[in-house]
């Protein structure tokens, strides 16, 4: 199983930009999609954006459309999640996720994100 | 946006014996031209991500252990542990991904009784 290894989070002050990272190191991703999932603290599962591993589609939850923008590196088998205007509530661990189809199978180990002044 | 509800909240059962999850959606997640259901389970154990248990409602993931079971079809749906363990300890979801936006129940938390 390709491990997915996701990194970048950090405290950073509301308003502020963090750039999220998923690397397959070493290997090309072998999912057809890559999605965003976050977890606030002691709550449950959300799924915020997906971008199909062919560049030909990107999802995102409506209500993060416009603050949140998945990007590709191809050379460096690596996906980002670019979050702008954070707001406390964007607080939570933020984990990188493979599908088949939809069928979320490879979970990175997730990263956290603090939103707070 | 298909909402999912799972119930209980919480349970708690004695060692070697059955835990039943349930998890209703909003709409079907049938699709007729497969004829497949868009459901998937997970489970995540504290400080872990959640692993993937059943997709399309009954198919179980490679390396799940048999006791995990999934049913139901349409809108209502069951996760089945027919002989609970203690490592089964853990919270579970249920997800949809018959539509865009993909949602997930609220989660339900198995205990040891």
């Known amino acids: 199983e390709v491990q997915l290894v996701t990194s970048g989070g950090d405290l950073v002050p509301p308003g502020g930009s963090l750039r999220l990272s998923c690397v397959a190191p070493?290997?090309?991703?072998?999912?057809?999609?890559i999605h965003w999932v976050r977890q606030a603290p002691g709550k449950g599962l959300e799924w915020v954006a997906a971008k199909k591993l062919d560049g030909s589609v990107e999802n995102y939850v409506d209500f993060l459309r416009g603050r949140f923008t998945i990007s590709r590196d191809n050379a460096k088998n690596s996906l980002y999640l670019r979050m702008d205007s954070l707001r406390v509530e964007d607080t939570a661990v933020y984990y990188c996720v493979g599908s088949r189809g939809w069928i979320f199978y490879n979970w990175g180990q997730g990263t956290l994100v603090t939103v707070s002044s | 946006d298909i909402v999912m509800t799972q119930s209980p909240d919480s349970l708690a059962v004695s060692l070697g014996e059955r835990a039943t999850i349930n998890c209703k959606s909003s709409q079907s997640v049938l699709s007729r031209p497969n004829n497949e259901n868009y459901l998937s389970w997970f489970q995540q154990k504290p400080g872990q991500p959640p692993k993937l248990l059943i997709y399309y409602a009954s198919t179980r993931e490679s390396g799940v252990p048999d006791r995990f079971s999934g049913s139901g079809s349409g809108t209502d749906f069951t996760l089945t542990i027919s002989s609970l363990q203690a490592e089964d300890v853990a919270v579970y979801y249920c997800q949809q991904y018959y539509s865009d936006p993909l949602t997930f129940g609220g989660g339900t938390k198995v205990e040891i009784k």
């Open positions: 070493g290997l090309t991703f072998s999912s057809d999609w």
